[in-house]
């Protein structure tokens, strides 16, 4: 931690602006707490955060975006792949008028185990969610505070913060930065990750497409099942007129459980949309004023 915190100095104190680092502490027991004990004494500058027990990444982030008090926040892990010097590069993507900013690993010195589930992962992302990023996974990442008012991050959350903060309609960019082999501590990411993170991608896509208009969701593929069993009816009904016996064939019952899974879908729709009518009733709206830029008076 020690020569992280020299490397963040270095990069961060000819930029002549007032900066804290905030560690944040995730249940190690190897002796951690103790070095950033000494190095809080040490340094003005440093805020050290120690949770109970190791509850992952997105609590770990979670806490230090709570603890952070500048109008700009950089993540970083502290591993010491990500290097510090990039930091005012970010910095200066963000000045270019960007609410988010995030790290791009282009020559990722990771083992090939790692690179392609990664990349796997960030396509399917991208794809699903219409936000063009080549590197979701990168630690290193910089944030106006504002997109982190109200932001709640669990499991495999922390992903998808620029997908989220793209829903929420910042604007988020991707900038090209050094990535270092590990020589600190070993990584515990392994495939199960990606395979939750698979199952939280598609609660983002949803509350992030669909929470204001989940009718357009459920009742979209219900009304495709429903046509498409009201298809199989006709068709058995013809032949039915045309004298031939329906009763054992598989496609009567395929057709109906259809229609009947269509009307229970458009169904559901109706009720997600009174459930949202109402919590927008309740709440007064003020969902809106996310999407709002500047005011003009």
Known sequence: ???????????????????EVVFVDDG???????ALTRL????????????????GKAAALQAGFEHAGGDVVVTIDGDLQDDPAEIPRLLAKLEEGFDLVSGWKTKRRDPLSRRIPSRIFNGVTCRLSGLRLHDLNCGLKAYRAEV??????????HRFIPVLAHYRGFRVAELPVNHRPREHG??????????????DLLTVT??????????????????????LGVLLLAYLTVLKLMGEAIGHRPLLTLGVLLVVVGVQ???LGLVSELVASHHEEQTG?????????????
């Not at 190690?28 to 103790?34: A, I, K, V, Y």
């Not at 996310?290 to 003009?296: N, P």
């Open 40 to 55: 809080h004494a040490a340094h003005d500058e440093v805020r050290v955060i120690r949770l109970r027990r190791n509850f």
């Open 1 to 19: 931690m020690a020569l992280l915190h020299e490397e963040l100095a270095a990069a961060l104190d000819p930029l002549d602006a007032d900066w």
């Open 28 to 34: 190690s027991t190897d002796g951690t707490f103790g």
């Open 206 to 227: 949803f509350m992030g497409r669909y929470r204001q208009r989940p009718l357009h969701l459920f009742g979209g593929l219900g009304l495709l099942l429903g046509a």
């Open 148 to 157: 982190l008012h109200g932001l709640r991050i669990y499991g495999e959350l």
């Open 285 to 297: 709206g003020r969902g809106a004023e996310l999407h709002v830029d500047e005011i003009l008076r």
């Open 265 to 267: 879908l458009v169904s």
């Open 186 to 199: 070993r990584s515990r990411y392994g495939l199960e990750r990606y395979f939750r993170g698979f199952l």
